[in-house]
C-alpha cells in the first residue's frame, strides 16, 4: 500500500529554489507506468493532472519535485530539477 489505495497513484513533494518543503500532490501514473524513461514519464504524469506545461513552469522558477517511489516497472526515486 503506498501514498493512495490506488496503487498507481504516487506522491510527488514540491520543493522550492532554497530547498525549502512546498506541498505534496498525488499524482496518478497509471498512463505512462511502461513509458521507456522513468523522468519524462512522471513528467507527463504531472502535466497531466494538473495541465499544460506545469512541470516546466515550477522547474523555470527554480522549485524541483521529488517522487521517492513513482509508479514505474523501473521504478527508483526520481527528481526534476
Same mark, same amino acid.
Given at each position: 500500500?503506498?501514498?493512495?489505495?490506488?496503487?498507481?497513484?504516487?506522491?510527488?513533494?514540491?520543493?522550492?529554489?532554497?530547498?525549502?518543503?512546498?506541498?505534496?500532490?498525488?499524482?496518478?501514473?497509471?498512463?505512462?507506468?511502461?513509458?521507456?524513461?522513468?523522468? %519524462?514519464?512522471?513528467?507527463?504524469?504531472?502535466?497531466?493532472?494538473?495541465?499544460?506545461?506545469?512541470?516546466?513552469?515550477?522547474?523555470?522558477?527554480?522549485?524541483?519535485?521529488?517522487?521517492? %517511489?513513482?509508479?514505474?516497472?523501473?521504478?527508483?526515486?526520481?527528481?526534476?530539477?
Amino acid at each position: 500500500m503506498g501514498f493512495s489505495i490506488h496503487d498507481s497513484h504516487v506522491r510527488v513533494d514540491r520543493f522550492k529554489e532554497s530547498g525549502k518543503w512546498y506541498d505534496t500532490l498525488e499524482v496518478d501514473m497509471s498512463g505512462v507506468w511502461d513509458h521507456w524513461n522513468i523522468a %519524462e514519464a512522471l513528467t507527463i504524469a504531472i502535466d497531466e493532472a494538473f495541465g499544460g506545461n506545469y512541470v516546466a513552469g515550477w522547474i523555470a522558477q527554480g522549485g524541483s519535485f521529488v517522487c521517492l %517511489e513513482p509508479s514505474h516497472k523501473h521504478a527508483h526515486p526520481v527528481m526534476l530539477r
